[in-house]
T-cell receptor, first 117, second 111 residues
Framework: GAVVSQHPSRVICKSGTSVKIECRSLDFQATTMFWYRQFPKKSLMLMATSNEGSKATYEQGVEKDKFLINHASLTLSTLTVTSAHPEDSSFYIC?????????????FGEGSWLTVV | GIQVEQSPPDLILQEGANSTLRCNFSDSVNNLQWFHQNPWGQLINLFYIPSGTKQNGRLSATTVATERYSLLYISSSQTTDSGVYFCAVDFSGAGSYQLTFGKGTKLSVIP
């Protein structure tokens, strides 16, 4: 099946700094990727849709300037949490659709645990 | 608004038992998937099932789109089945692939 990889899997950063999370589709091209956020013991909430070669589409309530998304190639999308604060600590997970497969199946990366201290 | 409701929220099973997890959704769907989230956070895709029935080993799923629900069956449960099971739905008629997740069912299988 399709493979989506995220890096880093865990990151700790100091308040006020920025941290970048990468999402790669390893064996297929993804014109669209998605970024989700999950708080402990909660469900996944869609943050934004990352479109290759154009601006990301953010969900209501998600700060565009805080969560910068760049989809520079057909296999890579990045999420940068700028000026991080402890309340940004969360599990961030990306997904992408493999168009080669029937059924429009969405595959998820392994996720990235962010802790802001 | 658009809703995805899962039940039960928590489930404890003895190893070897069978279980049924339910997902109700509030509108017609373009895509429905079941996921298993392991203790490390990774989401494992179990089924893509906007309608009909599928089986994969001890797991099977059925979606009745006209009645807006889906069921995930786990037979002969094992401790490795523990984790959170999510139902996720794409409500967009255009197939945006943006998934709306239910709150999940936390399954604990005890030896």
């Amino acid at each position: 099946g399709a493979v989506v990889s995220q890096h880093p899997s865990r990151v700790i950063c100091k308040s006020g700094t920025s941290v970048k999370i990468e999402c790669r589709s390893l064996d297929f091209q993804a014109t669209t990727m998605f970024w989700y956020r999950q708080f402990p013991k909660k469900s996944l909430m869609l943050m934004a849709t990352s479109n290759e070669g154009s601006k990301a589409t953010y969900e209501q309530g998600v700060e565009k300037d805080k969560f910068l998304i760049n989809h520079a190639s057909l296999t890579l999308s990045t999420l940068t949490v700028t000026s991080a604060h402890p309340e940004d600590s969360s599990f961030y997970i990306c997904s992408a659709r493999d168009r080669r497969l029937s059924g429009n199946t969405i595959y998820f990366g392994e996720g990235s645990w962010l802790t802001v201290v | 608004g658009i809703q995805v409701e899962q039940s039960p929220p928590d489930l404890i099973l003895q190893e070897g038992a069978n279980s049924t997890l339910r997902c109700n959704f509030s509108d017609s769907v373009n895509n429905l998937q079941w996921f298993h989230q392991n203790p490390w956070g990774q989401l494992i895709n179990l089924f893509y099932i906007p309608s009909g029935t599928k089986q994969n080993g001890r797991l099977s799923a059925t979606t009745v789109a006209t009645e807006r629900y889906s069921l995930l069956y786990i037979s002969s449960s094992q401790t490795t089945d523990s984790g959170v099971y999510f139902c996720a739905v794409d409500f967009s008629g255009a197939g945006s692939y943006q998934l709306t997740f239910g709150k999940g069912t936390k399954l604990s299988v005890i030896p």
